[in-house]
């Protein structure tokens, strides 16, 4: 059976003769059922309480039960389940998803007043499941639903839930209906000119299209290789990324990669990180980015915690906002995104830097800062490194930042924490790290590495604005910081320096180096 084609199965045991079944999408491979299914697999059915459609028939009545026993006549191992809008998946419901080799959740129709949405217990027992196939089964054309535009990968259409329709349903999922374009449900129009392109979960498997949709769109400066890419990617717990593909061959056309950071150290807030939109040149214009945009959005919403949402990721970082120059920014512009560069999140200038070590005086900068000490971090300094960073991260806006340096000090690498102090106290901070070396830092950040295997990079700078004890003035302070870091890496090997997202600086920094 080809998906999007409707198909015609033949009605057995009441109502009409014939029930019009449409497969909308079967990305799983799991139609027919008899692909996975093997004695013994438990397959549960969740189906909602609702009202009989036939009025000869009590409302105390399961409409879904001819649905169960036609199922039940292919495969006896059928496990039939209610759910309740009212109480959703419950831990019941659990156990049996668990248990499973796959679901069927079937959807009557839309909410009503008050009530949940099917749709979103749907998602909440796809959750549960895992990687275990799961079918929607909807009962009304899946547009009006809301369906087309959601990420499950098989998607079963049908006109109602009549026990004709249930008992074509079961016929379609075991592979007895016959396949015909002729229907009158015009489903392939649905798929191949949609007025929303249905996004899908991103795996393992769409590395490799990614990687070369990622090279086609990105500027050469931004290409990576396959093994850096996946481990910028796979995240579990914290991404979320999602594709479009073609409905003729299952091509990859769009792309969009979401994490999710912890605002502080208290892990309750959540920021939420559209980290990157990107669509074949030749699709674009047809709705595929918004609708990846769209999806996202609503996404990075459902999460507990999530109180704001960002354009570009700190931690892993793919980029940090908008490059200069892309037509994109006007774009999100649209949408509601401020871009006025006048406070954190409302498209400041920030810029990554490249600074050759040759060019840096060879014996550091001999800039006067009296009672500045600019060294390497040691265990008794952890306590004072972690409320500094806490306070200044806080401070700035710098989302993600205290992680990183706990992180490297729990990798057993505090000394690769550059730290500046006046009277006892810590002013400035900085992270360096190698390409080559295996820490969380290196790993969250893959720019430095894919540039040259002699580039080493500077971090993460927290400088003071308000600490009484600094008498130093800032540009010292970044001055005395960076020498550190340049001397240190270069001890390291280290021929170049790659500073990510610095805000400001520019005339200081382009007289040291080189954008």
């Given at each position: 059976m080809l998906p999007g084609h409707p198909?015609?199965?033949?009605?057995?045991?009441?109502?009409?003769?014939?029930?019009?079944?449409?497969?909308i999408r079967d990305n799983q491979a799991c139609i027919p059922l008899t692909r996975i299914l093997s004695d013994g697999d438990i397959v549960v059915l969740l189906t909602p309480v609702v009202p009989s459609t036939q009025p000869s028939v009590g409302n105390d009545n399961d409409p879904f039960e001819p649905l169960g026993r036609a199922l039940a006549l292919r495969h006896p191992w059928i496990r039939h389940v209610p759910y309740t809008s009212r109480n959703g998946i419950t831990s019941t419901h659990v156990g049996f998803i668990k248990r499973a080799k796959t679901v069927i959740f079937i959807i009557s129709g839309p909410p009503t007043t008050s009530q949940s949405s099917q749709i979103e217990i749907a998602q909440i027992a796809r959750m549960v499941a895992g990687q275990q196939p799961q079918i929607i089964v909807a009962c009304r054309n899946v547009r009006d639903l809301g369906l087309l535009e959601t990420n499950f990968?098989?998607?079963?259409?049908?006109?109602?839930?009549?026990?004709?329709?249930?008992?074509?349903?079961?016929?379609v999922l075991f592979g007895e209906a016959t396949t015909t374009s002729t229907s009158g449900v015009d489903v392939q129009s649905l798929i191949t000119k949609p007025r929303v392109w249905p996004s899908d979960d991103w795996n393992a498997l769409d590395l490799t299209p990614v990687r070369e949709l990622w090279n086609q769109?990105?500027?050469?400066?931004?290409?990576?290789?396959?093994?850096?890419?996946?481990?910028?990617?796979?995240?579990d717990g914290y991404a979320m990324h999602f594709v479009v593909r073609l409905p003729e061959d299952r091509e990859v056309v769009g792309f969009c990669a979401t994490y999710t950071t912890f605002v502080d150290k208290a892990g309750e807030r959540l920021i939420g990180s559209l980290a990157m939109i990107i669509?074949?040149?030749?699709?674009?214009?047809?709705?595929?980015?918004?609708?990846?945009?769209?999806?996202?959005?609503r996404q990075l919403r459902r999460i507990r915690?999530?109180?704001?949402?960002?354009?570009?990721?700190?931690?892993?970082?793919?980029?940090?906002?908008?490059?200069?120059?892309?037509?994109?920014?006007?774009?999100?512009?649209?949408?509601?995104?401020?871009?006025?560069?006048?406070?954190?999140g409302h498209g400041q200038d920030i810029c990554d830097?490249?600074?050759?070590i040759d060019d840096w005086p060879s014996g550091g900068f001999s800039t006067a800062s009296a009672g500045l000490t600019v060294r390497q971090g040691t265990v008794d300094d952890f306590t004072l490194i972690a409320d500094f960073v806490e306070r200044e991260s806080n401070h700035k806006d710098c989302t993600g930042w205290y992680d990183q340096y706990m992180n490297?000090?729990?990798?057993?690498?505090?000394?690769?924490?550059?730290?500046?102090l006046e009277q006892s106290e810590i002013v400035a901070s900085a992270m360096i790290y190698t390409p080559?070396?295996?820490?969380?830092?290196?790993?969250?950040?893959?720019w430095a590495r894919t540039i040259g295997s002699d580039v080493g990079g500077a971090s993460c700078i927290c400088i003071s604005d308000e600490n009484p004890a600094m008498t130093s003035s800032r540009d010292t302070v970044m001055i005395r910081l960076l020498d550190a870091c340049v001397t240190v890496l270069k001890k390291q090997g280290m021929k170049r320096v790659f500073l990510d997202a610095v805000r400001g600086g520019y005339e200081g920094f382009q007289s040291i180096g080189k954008l």
């Open positions: 198909a015609i199965a033949s009605g057995h045991g009441g109502g009409s003769n014939h029930s019009q079944v449409a497969l990968p098989t998607i079963v259409q049908l006109p109602g839930y009549l026990p004709s329709d249930l008992q074509g349903a079961a016929k769109c990105l500027p050469e400066q931004f290409h990576l290789e396959e093994f850096p890419l996946r481990s910028l990617l796979q995240r669509v074949k040149p030749s699709y674009r214009r047809r709705g595929i980015g918004l609708s990846l945009y769209e999806h996202a959005l915690g999530v109180d704001r949402i960002q354009l570009g990721s700190t931690f892993p970082r793919l980029l940090s906002g908008i490059p200069t120059g892309f037509a994109s920014e006007s774009w999100f512009q649209r949408r509601g995104w401020q871009m006025d560069g006048q406070a954190p830097w490249l600074l050759k490297l000090a729990h990798d057993g690498r505090i000394s690769d924490i550059i730290i500046g080559n070396e295996v820490s969380t830092l290196s790993a969250e950040l893959p």
